[in-house]
């Protein structure tokens, strides 16, 4: 359901009480709050950033080419970011998209290789074409006038240092929505301080569980390591998910989890987490739209598991294992 835009609607049933809301009139984003305190730290932490480009460590991967250089690790991005797609997206959940559409920046490459992304043309190929720090700054601002009600990173993970190059100028130019870093959860500690005080949402993606699922999957046996840390990390920054008073999220953490097929155990295992290890006020997404994709289409002998779509009965059980384990504010789409 789309919204209208009126002061005076009903709060949507997921905000979940008058504590979770901040003024929307009052609200200033985090960059915003922090260039207008002491800009000095955007250009401290864009010479931090680029020097990652030197020998990489943006990412958890470690690859140490020189980006600088235009070498590519495993995200096969070099100095600059390479952009597939800009828009104003209307199928996101509800508190970011609004009624004008959260503003999605679609990052191409990637630095997980998950063969079931349904992305895979941007995110194994690169569909897509480079930009400077000053296109990637105007890219923001025409999203901004647009009427988005935010700007969504999505996949930001391997250009963090082109993102820390371009919001300074994207600043200057005027911006003022909330960011949203829309990521799969395998991100560095590096890349998550560079964002600390920028990065207004944090929605990650929590995969797998299993160690030996996600060396298969999405080609990192560290995978769920990686995004425990991370999340520790983007809800010590933002805490939980908050919104305004016409139900657009402004600030915290938004959590999403794919159900899987024969995966039950692995999701219960992550809301096990989410709850007790970061808070059971965790906003979640719990979402039913897996089907076959990409490499699972082109090989569908070796990874005949997940060569199918999920049953009700999976994501009822999901659900039922996320309420168990405590947790209590879900998306309300299926």
């Not at 799969?184 to 590096?190: L, N, V």
């Not at 919104?243 to 039950?264: C, I, Q, S």
């Amino acid at each position: 359901m789309l919204w209208q835009n009126s002061s005076n609607r009903e709060l949507p049933d997921y905000v979940g009480g008058r504590e979770w809301i901040l003024p929307g009139k009052d609200f200033v984003p985090a960059y915003r709050h922090l260039y207008e305190t002491d800009p000095s730290v955007f250009e401290q932490r864009r010479e931090w950033a680029l020097s990652l480009l030197e020998s990489c460590t943006v990412c958890p991967r470690l690859c140490k080419v020189n980006r600088m250089e235009n070498r590519h690790g495993v995200c096969r991005s070099g100095r600059y970011a390479a952009v597939c797609s800009a828009f104003p997206h209307l199928g996101e959940e509800d508190g970011l998209r609004g009624w004008m559409g959260s503003g999605t920046i679609f990052f191409s490459y990637c630095n997980l290789k998950c063969v079931f992304c349904q992305n895979h043309e941007l995110s194994w190929r690169g569909q897509g074409s480079v930009h400077d720090a000053g296109e990637l700054a105007r890219l923001m601002l025409s999203l901004q006038e647009q009427g988005c009600h935010n700007i969504n990173f999505v996949t930001p993970e391997h250009v963090v240092p082109q993102i820390m190059e371009a919001l300074p100028l994207a600043i200057e130019m005027g911006l003022r929505v909330p960011i949203v870093y829309n990521t799969s959860a395998y991100d560095s500690m590096d890349s998550l301080e560079l964002m600390d005080g920028i990065v207004d949402i944090y929605m990650p993606d929590f995969k797998y569980w299993d160690s030996e699922k996600s060396r298969i999957y999405l080609g990192a046996a560290d995978y769920s390591e990686v995004a425990r840390s991370a999340l520790r990390e983007m809800y010590r920054q933002v805490g939980s998910l908050r919104f305004d008073e016409k139900g657009l999220a402004k600030r915290g953490l938004l959590v999403r989890h794919l159900v899987m097929p024969g995966e039950t155990g692995d999701a219960r295992n992550i809301f096990r987490f989410l709850a007790r290890d970061i808070s059971h006020d965790t906003w979640v997404n719990i979402m039913d739209q897996y089907q076959p994709d990409g490499m699972v289409l082109r090989k569908p002998e070796r990874y005949g598991p997940i060569n199918r779509g999920i049953s009700s009965r999976e994501y009822q059980d999901a659900c039922l294992a996320a309420k168990e384990e405590g947790l209590y504010r879900f998306d309300t789409r299926r």
